[in-house]
């Protein structure tokens, strides 16, 4: 008989002891402006919600202090945040995986170093992927740092509309939106063909049964690719807008269209194409909200479903820092 560990839960779906309920795990490159923030909303999250917690962090040879600051993480909170430091930068898939293959949770949040948690309650979200198997990753709201809603969800591209995006971009006017959602923002749970990877909730079986990401693709579209193969092994992408993040995101592929990273970029778009198609047509389909009969909109509409909380005006700073020390 396998004793469980003091202190430790176990895994619903898998019957294994585990010492935490989520494992957030974050890379960072040249961060330091962002990483006490997004740390700081971590924690506090947790701690008010009485969730076990680890963040593995990921440093891809940053040269400012990030490296120095994730440290002094490590040392106020030696048995929840782990460091491992990369000579340089080494993209965003193979870095992610080192981390995802040492999460000793039940549930993951892959989680940018640029982002904090603002709103709403992580115990739903939990709740909802051990209890569903059709629920591949949920994604919830990101609001930018002048309180609009990021369009972090969006329909699968075909190469075409990535292509008209680049005249625009060199001219320095906003790309074209042919991949968006019209009625985005949704404010109901929604089914979605695609989400970005700023923040994705999963379930860690899925690492199993889908796999680790494609570390043939570097930077992006990693994200395009993970959902295409959720898709394909018969689980949903899911917006959720009742837990918001602000997301300070930095596009640098859009800042810079003609630097090295973009052009990893555009190589990770041919990937992607040539594993999933959609070169000139998109595959049929839109956004779909949870319908009466799903057994997944039953529990939401019964436990989970809140009211959309108000995020006009907020910005950086103002949820509070204060900390609890472990």
């Not at 960072?28 to 506090?44: G, K, M």
Request: positive net charge.
């Amino acid at each position: 008989m396998r004793h469980q560990a003091p202190g430790s839960r176990t895994d619903t779906m898998t019957g294994e002891a585990t010492m935490f309920d989520i494992s957030f795990v974050t890379l960072t490159w040249n961060s330091e402006r962002y990483v006490r923030n997004c740390f700081d909303s971590i924690i506090t999250q947790c701690v008010t919600e009485d969730l076990r917690f680890e963040i593995i962090v990921v440093d891809n040879g940053s040269r400012d202090g990030s490296v120095e600051l994730v440290r002094e993480y490590c040392t106020r909170f030696p048995d929840r945040i782990r460091l491992l430091a990369l000579g340089g930068n080494r993209g965003t898939t193979y870095p992610r995986n080192l981390a995802l293959k040492q999460a000793r949770s039940p549930i993951i949040c892959i989680v940018d170093s640029d982002t904090e948690f603002l709103s709403g309650s992580l115990r739903p979200v939990l709740t909802l992927l051990a209890a569903h198997a059709t629920l591949g990753i949920i994604a919830p709201r990101l609001i930018l740092p002048d309180g609009s809603v990021q369009h972090s969800v969006k329909r699968f591209p075909t190469l075409l509309d990535k292509l008209r995006k680049v005249p625009r971009i060199l001219a320095g006017h906003k790309a074209t939106r042919d991949d968006f959602y019209r009625a985005f923002p949704f404010d109901c749970s929604t089914h979605v063909e695609t989400a970005i990877s700023a923040c994705w909730f999963l379930r860690a079986d899925l690492l199993g049964s889908v796999g680790l990401l494609d570390e043939g693709i570097f930077y992006s579209p990693e994200d395009l690719d993970y959902s295409a193969r959720v898709r394909d092994a018969g689980m949903r992408v899911v917006y959720y807008p009742h837990l918001t993040l602000l997301h300070h995101t930095q596009q640098i592929s859009h800042r810079r269209p003609l630097s090295r990273l973009s052009l990893s970029h555009l190589k990770g778009l041919v990937r992607y194409h040539l594993k999933h198609g959609g070169w000139l047509v998109r595959p049929a389909g839109g956004p779909m909200p949870w319908s009466a009969g799903d057994d997944v909109s039953k529990r939401l509409r019964r436990e989970h479903v809140m009211p959309q909380e108000a995020t006009t005006g907020l910005r950086h700073g103002e949820r509070s820092r204060e900390v609890m020390r472990p």
